[in-house]
């Protein structure tokens, strides 16, 4: 390996000691570090002239007067590719030495490629012919403020479009806990003897607590914020320790001074994972997800782990503010290719494949764009995995809030658990419908049992049995999808239940799905929550996870507004007006994104008639569809009542205003909105358009 190595040591009588191959180069006052430490806290981000002068002054630095580095790097040059490898105390992370000039920015014009050792470890690497491997995390906290909300859907994209043409395997992890990133590392498995991700990626916020030292914002079993340390970190990826970890977060490479103590990326190359990247100061969403999709792109092809840094660093280096504030943490491992290149492409792009075929059985569900729910997905792949035992999906909440497009995301999460097989059916559930699908699966994956019994004479309701009992548990896991499954319902009182009409082909799945013990399984999207008695009991739910959805709020809306779906309202100065009007109803603001693209055809007051027309028109139908339902005028007193409460609160605070059987009532008329998801208690609010 072509190396220089160049180490700073401690301060010793306001002297450092720099040395060059273990060889004493020279010394340096701990004056001129102090100003060089003030010049790299000024705004040189955005100042070229600025930036260039403090590269001058690092590279001045470990040349010294003899000009010793200078002569070096131009003997190597000759040999190729030169690591520049610097061990440099830990107080010293904040210098951007990345950024390095002597006539040049070297990380970005030369075959020199600058990492710091953190750790003195060494691991055999073994540069396996396949796919690259990716974990992406990201941790996305309640009760953090609105305009510290991260972007981490947009990364997650921008490194799936990177991987469109490329050799890249990305999975996801839809929580962001501890518990999560634990459970699917212990989930998956690949060959024996060959890791299970060549990168853990993980996207937060990242902070110096003052009594923790670095930490990561990341997210506890109720999505509040966990403060995780790298110590909490490297008990979860201690046995299955990637070759590189990215920690997309700010101040994840910055030295905590208030307990002189390394960074955290630092710290975790200290404990074994042979390559560590994180971001000295704050950097922006947009900037982090380019540098990081950029760099996938590079290590999918095969290129080596430091000239992939380095490219990427050069496709960003239009943002003056982010390249250099890269820091790559190295041990005594020797740098090189992730993967060896290959032409393979893994045959399966979850979000193409998933989507194009919900389409084609009617089901809307997004493409790109997919916005938030993240304690509704990790509530629904829980169950799915069998952590509450065997247990089905029913995903409840008014017209437009997105069921079918977070049943479509948990199922693209799923997609491998069982083997791509899916059955949809849309509004009425037919047995046809059903058994044709089956017919299909079972003839493409060559289940003669299946077929078989598809093909007797027994009744449907028998043969959908016996199918649990064998097939669809030890040989063929299927999902099960039911959308707009209100369809099939009928209203009694105040409750709904299944038409007496459907109640045949429907009731074996929602009694007997259970026997397939989470092998196979069932997904349902309704307005309403339903009913289903057995024996004096509500099997319903007994046997099925219910996640009720609300409007978007907070956070979450604000990242809507960004999606390409409304990309009208985007950027009209009107956005406020329509965003207030929607309430946070994504299929209303979609619609009021119509009227947006055509703004330049009104003025401003017709505008906000053709607006409040809408929103008018839309309240209108939900009333007269719903309330006209219901025979019980205390609905109307006890909605008049709540509309106190502005955001959503506990039953508790209801007590006043009717009891809990009247809230209950009103949530199933959907003019109230229930979320309740893990163990957290259920919070409640009128519906958005109601108010």
């Excluded at 520049?84 to 020199?112: A, C, G, Q, W």
């Excluded at 995390?137 to 994209?157: F, G, I, T």
């Excluded at 899916?422 to 089956?438: C, G, H, P």
């Excluded at 397939?516 to 069932?522: G, T």
């Amino acid at each position: 390996m072509n190396t220089i190595h160049v180490s700073i040591a401690e301060c010793s009588d306001s002297k450092r000691a720099i040395n060059i191959n273990n060889e004493l180069s020279h010394y340096t006052d701990e004056s001129e570090i102090k100003a060089l430490v003030e010049k790299a806290d000024d705004m040189w981000q955005h100042d070229w002239d600025k930036a260039t002068r403090l590269g001058t002054g690092l590279f001045t630095l470990l040349n010294g007067d003899k000009n010793k580095l200078r002569t070096l790097i131009s003997q190597k040059l000759s040999e190729g590719e030169i690591h520049l490898i610097l061990n440099i105390h830990k107080d010293l992370d904040s210098l951007p030495f990345e950024m390095m000039y002597d006539n040049r920015f070297i990380t970005l014009n030369s075959p020199v490629h600058i990492m710091r050792q953190g750790g003195d470890n060494h691991t055999a690497i073994t540069i396996p012919d396949r796919p690259l491997r990716i974990l992406f995390m990201a941790c996305s906290p309640d009760n953090v403020p609105e305009n510290a909300r991260l972007s981490y859907e947009k990364e997650e994209e921008f490194i799936y479009t990177a991987a469109q043409r490329l050799p890249l395997a990305l999975r996801v992890v839809d929580f962001g806990s501890l518990s999560a990133l634990q459970d699917e590392l212990n989930r998956s498995l690949f060959v024996e003897g060959d890791i299970k991700y060549d990168v853990v990626h993980i996207s937060c916020h990242g902070a110096i607590d003052r009594e923790l030292g670095p930490v990561l914002y990341m997210e506890d079993e109720m999505g509040y914020p966990d403060k995780v340390t790298p110590g909490r970190l490297w008990e979860i990826l201690r046995d299955f320790p990637p070759r590189v970890l990215f920690l997309s977060a700010c101040s994840t490479a910055r030295y905590d001074s208030n307990h002189n103590s390394g960074s955290f990326a630092r710290r975790m190359n200290q404990q074994g994972i042979p390559f560590c990247l994180g971001w000295n100061n704050p950097v922006g969403d947009s900037q982090a997800s380019f540098f990081a999709a950029s760099l996938y792109e590079h290590c999918a092809n095969g290129m080596s782990i430091e000239k992939s840094i380095q490219n990427a660093r050069i496709d960003l280096k239009n943002h003056l503010e982010s390249w250099p504030l890269l820091r790559f943490f190295t041990d005594k491992t020797e740098p090189a290719p992730l993967i060896r290149y290959t032409s393979r492409i893994v045959p399966v792009k979850p979000r193409e494949t998933l989507y194009d075929y919900l389409g084609k059985c009617k089901v809307k569900v997004l493409k790109t764009g997919f916005i938030g729910r993240r304690r509704q997905i990790w509530e629904g792949i829980r169950t799915l995995n069998g952590k509450y035992g065997p247990k089905g999906i029913i995903i409840t909440g008014p017209a437009g809030v997105g069921k079918s497009c977070l049943a479509g995301k948990i199922m693209e999460r799923m997609q491998e658990t069982y083997q791509h097989n899916t059955v949809i059916v849309y509004r009425k559930v037919k047995a046809s419908d059903i058994l044709t699908q089956l017919t299909e699966i079972f003839d493409r994956r060559g289940i003669k049992e299946g077929l078989a019994t598809i093909q007797t004479d027994e009744s449907f309701t028998d043969r959908i049995k016996e199918l649990f009992r064998t097939v669809l548990k030890d040989q063929c896991p299927v999902l099960f999808y039911f959308d707009d499954f209100e369809q099939n319902l009928e209203r009694k009182g105040n409750d709904w239940y299944i038409e007496e009409a459907g109640l045949e082909v429907i009731a074996p799945f929602i009694l007997r799905m259970n026997w397939c013990e989470s092998r196979s399984n069932l997904v349902i999207t309704s307005r309403y929550s339903f009913i289903l008695e057995q024996n004096g009991q509500d099997r319903v739910k007994e046997l099925f996870t219910i996640i009720p959805m609300m409007e978007f709020r907070g956070a979450d809306l604000l990242k809507l507004q960004e999606n390409s779906t409304v990309s009208h309202i985007a950027k009209s100065e009107n956005r406020d007006l329509y965003v207030a009007i929607s309430k946070g109803n994504p299929r209303l603001l979609e619609t009021l994104d119509v009227i947006a693209a055509d703004e330049k055809k009104y003025n401003i007051g017709e505008v906000k008639k053709q607006c409040r027309d809408r929103e008018k028109e839309y309240i209108a139908s939900y009333l007269a569809g719903i309330i006209a339902q219901t025979e019980d005028p205390g609905c109307n007193s006890f909605i008049s009542k709540a509309a106190v409460y502005g955001i959503p609160v506990t039953k508790e605070a209801y007590a006043d205003f009717g009891d809990e059987l009247m809230l209950e009532k009103c949530t199933a008329l959907t003019l109230m909105e229930k979320e309740a998801v893990l163990e957290r208690e259920p919070i409640y609010r009128i519906n958005p358009f109601i108010r």
